[in-house]
């Protein structure tokens, strides 16, 4: 009953590709400590490494009521190619009462990766607002579908607001010298490095 050893035992067995005693280990971890979150994303990311994305995405439904948890997850799926399930998910969170204005990036995400709507894409990025702690993602998300899309002056206007109110991220002038020099704007692409 040494859960930190059960949970590093559960560790190596899935470096190890012995998913079945993971599996094992984690679910006796979660019936030892139930509605442990950390354990329960293991058990949803060990669920897509086995190839069974409908048990991941029974376990990531398991906390409905912690919406972090369930993001958490979404991003799993996203990270696996499983637009559908972090779709569906987000879908359900959405639904729920006071459901958090971050949950707009992710749905951005999904649909951009997913379905490759720039327009929906942007009309979801231009709904977070400056406070949101992922504003910063969604203006170079918003750079990179505008970029796609082929509407290279808008993209520079986003990435300069980008740089305006996030001086010290480096990603921003990284986009914007890769913008410039795209467009073969090689001395202003110089100037801005």
């Known amino acids: 009953d040494f859960l930190e050893a059960m949970l590093e035992l559960a560790g190596i ?3 190890r590709g012995n998913y079945a005693k993971a599996r094992a280990y984690y679910e006796k ?13 293991r058990l949803v990311a060990l669920s897509l490494k086995e190839g069974n994305p409908e048990r991941a995405y029974e376990l990531a439904c398991a906390m409905p009521d912690s919406m972090s948890f ?11 190619g499983r637009f559908d399930l972090a779709e569906k998910l987000l879908s359900a969170i959405s639904q729920q009462e006071g459901a958090p204005e971050e949950l707009l990036f992710y749905q951005a995400a999904v649909t ?18 400056p406070a949101n702690r992922y504003y910063d993602r969604a203006l170079k998300l918003r750079a990179q579908v505008l970029y796609e899309s082929g509407d290279l002056e808008r993209a520079m206007e986003v990435i300069r607001k980008g740089r305006e109110i996030f001086p010290s991220d480096k990603d921003f002038a990284f986009l914007s010298i890769d913008l410039l020099a795209r467009q073969k704007r090689y001395e202003e692409a110089w100037q801005t490095a």
């Open 13 to 15: 067995e899935e470096e």
């Open 29 to 41: 971890l979660l019936n030892l400590d139930e509605g442990n979150q950390d354990i329960l994303i």
């Open 70 to 80: 369930m993001l958490t997850a979404s991003s799993l799926f996203m990270d696996e």
């Open 112 to 129: 951009y990766e997913g379905h490759r709507d720039a327009a929906r894409t942007l009309e979801l990025l231009e709904q977070i607002s």
